[in-house]
């Protein structure tokens, strides 16, 4: 019997997951015997992102041992992701001016959402300043941000560590040598965890559809199909013209990364795809040095599905409410959120929280997030599987601006997914 990639075995665990969800719908039991399951597959991963990305991040950048290079790689990093994310903002406030996803909206017939949780966490954002995000960046505890999982900080004190050690030269290498290990250890772990990937996102995707139904979508229909045919445009368009411009196909990148985005996509979580992407990104020419400093900082600043999905949403809730943005209101959003969404990635339900620390900027009212909150499952999917093809394209694009992209690699690679497609359709 062919043996069924992973891929078909996410896709799979995903419609049975919708299945059993729709019909149960309501039911509490669903939630109680699935939920475990999700959970513990969510945690497997998160287990291991902060070891994985300590080792990478030491040995990329020992490998390197200069502070300047490595600057020069974050400037340019910092001021990619910067170009990128306004650019989704864009896209998405002008996907909302011209499709009006929120007029004709009877907010009557729409059901509200609990947006309590998310309210602890806006006033925190609300004096977010870039400011800050520098200064958190520094950790005064080590040990306390790799058990928050505070990314920006373990990325700050790797670096720093990694410098020390090719600094001390022949007596570093047994800290490499260890460090190395730990990399090899936790990418074979991630293999085996990858196996129980179909049930958490049978069991994920389950309980939601349990809790919300089908039926949620229907009165929100315009906003989730315009959501997901700018995503697609963001990606194809504006992404696909950045990949060619650095001489890559969109496409092939789509190829490499099928797993990782039908996984994110069903899971809507990032941290779930993050050692896979290092690890591919790694095999397709990119540097580990690169590699391992692009992407999880991309966590952090290069959030493309989440900036757009933001603006998006902003527009359509004040189309909702009737209220008609002007231009330099619209700016003034922009530019909100240019600042709140970066350096926050760690935050629960970031999205959510942006919005309600922005949308009173403009004089949107904060409690229309309550009519979409039921749907933002479905419409956080996408967002997050636009945010792996950036990060993945932003450790393409930085390899490549700093010429150190390996061409005969990323064809030997290219070569070998294409067989093993060839080789499971045989």
């Known amino acids: 019997m062919r043996k069924i990639g992973l891929a078909w075995q996410i896709l799979i665990g995903l419609a049975l997951g919708i299945a059993v969800g729709a019909v149960f719908y309501g039911n509490p039991s669903v939630q109680e015997w699935l939920q475990p399951i999700g959970t513990i597959f969510i945690r497997l991963i998160k287990m291991i992102v902060v070891p994985i990305v300590i080792a990478s991040i030491v040995i990329g950048v020992a490998g390197v041992g200069d502070l300047k290079k490595l600057g020069k790689l974050g400037g340019k990093s910092l001021l990619y992701f910067e170009i990128i994310t306004t650019i989704a903002i864009l896209v998405g406030l002008l996907s909302a001016n011209i499709f009006k996803p929120g007029l004709g909206i009877d907010m009557s017939s729409l059901t509200k959402g609990d947006i309590g949780s998310y309210l602890s966490t806006t006033e925190e954002v609300q004096s977010h300043s870039m400011a800050d995000t520098f200064i958190n960046i520094v950790p005064t505890n080590i040990v306390d941000a790799m058990a928050r999982g505070d990314m920006l900080a373990i990325i700050f004190f790797s670096v720093m ?11 570093g290498k047994p800290v490499l040598a260890f460090f190395q290990g730990t990399a090899d250890a936790m990418f074979y772990m991630t293999n085996q965890i990858m196996k129980f990937a179909p049930f958490g996102v049978f069991a994920l995707i389950g309980v939601t559809v349990s809790k919300f139904g089908v039926s949620s979508l229907v009165p929100l229909s315009k906003l989730v199909l315009l959501t997901y045919g700018t995503m697609i445009f963001f990606v194809v368009v504006i992404l696909g013209i950045t990949a060619r411009l650095f001489g890559i196909n969109i496409f092939n990148l789509f190829r490499i ?3 990782e985005l039908i996984l994110a996509y069903s899971t809507a979580s990032s941290e779930t795809v993050l050692p896979k992407l290092m690890e591919k990104m790694e095999k397709f020419g990119c540097p580990k040095a690169i590699t391992s400093f692009v992407i999880p900082t991309g966590y952090s600043f290069n959030l493309d599905g989440s900036t757009l999905y933001q603006a998006l949403a902003a527009i359509f809730i004040a189309q909702m409410y009737g209220i008609d943005l002007s231009i330099s209101q619209q700016l003034s959003l922009v530019l909100v959120l240019m600042v709140t969404s970066k350096g926050i990635a760690g935050v629960p339900g970031v999205s959510f929280v942006v919005l309600l620390a922005t949308l009173g900027t403009v004089g949107i009212p904060v409690e229309g997030l309550a009519f979409i909150a039921g749907i933002d499952r479905i419409l956080d999917m ?15 694009v930085m390899s490549k601006w700093e010429k150190q992209f390996d061409e005969s ?3 030997a690679y290219l070569n070998e997914i294409r067989g093993s497609e060839k080789t499971a359709e045989a």
């Open 382 to 396: 996408a967002r997050t599987a636009v945010n792996v093809v950036g990060n993945s394209l932003a450790a393409i």
């Open 161 to 171: 560590f990694g410098l020390g050690v090719a600094a001390i030269g022949e007596r």
């Open 409 to 411: 690699k990323a064809a």
């Open 257 to 259: 990364l099928k797993d």
